[in-house]
C-alpha cells in the first residue's frame, strides 16, 4: 500500500540542525508532490513547503526561506527535509505528505508519515 | 494566527449533526478548492474531503463539504463517538504560493 515512512524522534540543542526522512513505497516517487508541514505541541498545522521529487524543485513558505532545505534521493524513494539554526519554537511534529494534485491552484494531501517529532531544548 | 479561521470548538451529542464553519478571503477560498482533514491525538491529519465536497474512498457519506463564496463548511450526520478529534480545513493561497490550513475545531461527542 502507498506509505510514507518517516525517520525517528529527534532531540537537539538551539543552533543546531535536524534532518528528517520521508520515505515513500508503494508508488512512483517521482509523479507526485511532497509537501513539509509541522506541528507544535496543542497546536494547529503550518504549511512548510513542497516539493517536487522529479525535479529535486523546492518552494518555500516565505517563514522558512534561508533556514530549511527540502532535497530528496531518488534512488532509495526518500525526501529530506533539514532545519537549521533551530529554536525552541521549532519544537514540533514535521509531516511529509503526498499531494495527488500539482501545486498551483489546489492541494490534495492524501497521504502522510506518520510524523517526526523534533524537541528543540538546552 | 491562521489565515483560514475556523471555530476552537464544537460538540453534538451521538446521532446529531454536526457543521463546521471555515471563512477565508478572495485568494484563498474564493478563488479556490478547500479541503478538510480529520486528526485524532497522536496521529497524522487524514483527509476527509477534498475539491470541495469530494469523499477521498473509504470517507464515510456522513462527511460533507460545501463551499459558498469564502467560506465553506463541513457536516458530519449521524455523529458518532469516534469522531471526537480536531477537523481542519485547508485551501491554496494564490498570494502565499501556497496552502494555508484553519486553526482547526476541536469536536466533542457528548
Known amino acids: 500500500q502507498v506509505q510514507l515512512v518517516q525517520s525517528g524522534a529527534e532531540v537537539k540543542k538551539p543552533g543546531a540542525s535536524v534532518k528528517v526522512s520521508c520515505k515513500a513505497s508503494?508508488?512512483?516517487?517521482?509523479?507526485?508532490?511532497l509537501h513539509w508541514v509541522r506541528q507544535a505541541p496543542g497546536q494547529g498545522l503550518e504549511w512548510m513547503g513542497w516539493?517536487?521529487?522529479?525535479?529535486?524543485?523546492?518552494t518555500y513558505a516565505q517563514k522558512f526561506q534561508g533556514w530549511v532545505t527540502m532535497s530528496r534521493d531518488k534512488s532509495i524513494n526518500t525526501a529530506y527535509l533539514e532545519v537549521n539554526r533551530l529554536r525552541s519554537g521549532d519544537t514540533a511534529v514535521y509531516y511529509c505528505?503526498?499531494?495527488?494534485?500539482?501545486?498551483?491552484?489546489?492541494?490534495?494531501?492524501?497521504?502522510w508519515g506518520q510524523g517526526t517529532m523534533v524537541t528543540v531544548s538546552s | 494566527q491562521s489565515v483560514l479561521t475556523q471555530s476552537p470548538s464544537a460538540s453534538g451529542t451521538p446521532g446529531q449533526r454536526v457543521t463546521f464553519s471555515c471563512s477565508g478571503s478572495?485568494?484563498?477560498?474564493?478563488?479556490?478548492?478547500v479541503n478538510w482533514y480529520q486528526q485524532f491525538p497522536g496521529t497524522a491529519p487524514k483527509l476527509l474531503i477534498n475539491?470541495?465536497?469530494q469523499r477521498p474512498s473509504g470517507v464515510p457519506d456522513r462527511f460533507s463539504g460545501s463551499k459558498s463564496g469564502t467560506s465553506a463548511s463541513l457536516a458530519i450526520s449521524g455523529l458518532q463517538s469516534e469522531d471526537e478529534g480536531d477537523y481542519y480545513c485547508?485551501?491554496?493561497?494564490?498570494?502565499?504560493?501556497?496552502?494555508?490550513f484553519g486553526g482547526g475545531t476541536k469536536l466533542t461527542v457528548l
Open positions: 478572495s485568494s484563498n477560498i474564493g478563488s479556490n478548492t
Open positions: 485547508a485551501a491554496w493561497d494564490d498570494s502565499l504560493n501556497g496552502p494555508v
Open positions: 516539493f517536487n521529487p522529479n525535479s529535486g524543485g523546492a
Open positions: 508503494g508508488y512512483t516517487f517521482t509523479e507526485y508532490y
Open positions: 505528505a503526498r499531494d495527488i494534485a500539482v501545486p498551483g491552484t489546489e492541494v490534495d494531501l492524501d497521504v
Open positions: 475539491r470541495n465536497n
